[in-house]
């Protein structure tokens, strides 16, 4: 494992308990941070950190309320002094069918997760990072958000919109010591498949040069790279984890 530089650093994990969440914390643990998760399942992250040791807190939060946002975000910095790190990492995929069968409900709960949680984690923590004049934030988007992936509307909207406001994000922080980027996964195989029709996961597979799912391990790696302060020159950027699949 190549040592990152994040000792001393302070970061919020979305979706944190389970997942890609849970690997980047353990890589982020492993290079000298401590970490919040923030996950709905307060009983999955209190598990989590148990695993993950002294340096990791979790706090029930749903990200898709921004209400319980708002209370989240006082409730991390009553026992963490700062929060250095961002990563927005929950996430859910929505049902696998046609746009035109697409029920209006379950569109509805993949925006309010994928991209209203994500902006009302960044609305309530930049501020906090503008104070202090550095930040690092990391977005989970996905390559489906360039693609567009058939039967997977929602998800595919809702990255492709998490990829826009990354870059709208980066530009109005480019001028403080706050940068903001996202990563554009192919399929890594977690818990999330489970949500996934076994046609949706092999179409997935069959779109990936490589011939291989990626590896949260991998996403970890480099989600924590652009936490640290080397990733000082990278703004509104997309950084591409899709196997071959999207190189762009």
Known sequence: MNQLDM???YAVITGGATGLGYAIAQRMLASGASVTL????GAAAAKACGELGARARWVAVDVGDHASVVAAVAQTL???PVVDALVNSAGITGPNTKVWDYPVDDWAKVM???LNGLFYCCR???PHMRTRNYGRIVNIA???GKDGNPNASAYSASKAAVMALTKSLGKELADTGVRVNCITPAAVKTAIFDQMSPEHIQFMLSKIPM????TPEEVAAMVTWLCTEDCSFS???VFDLSGGRSTY
């Open 211 to 214: 011939g291989r799912f990626g």
């Open 142 to 144: 996905s390559v489906a």
């Open 7 to 9: 000792a001393g650093r």
């Open 124 to 126: 309530e923590l930049v």
């Open 38 to 41: 923030w996950d709905r399942d």
């Open 112 to 114: 309010q997760v994928n």
């Open 235 to 237: 703004t509104g950027a």
């Open 78 to 80: 009553a026992h963490t």
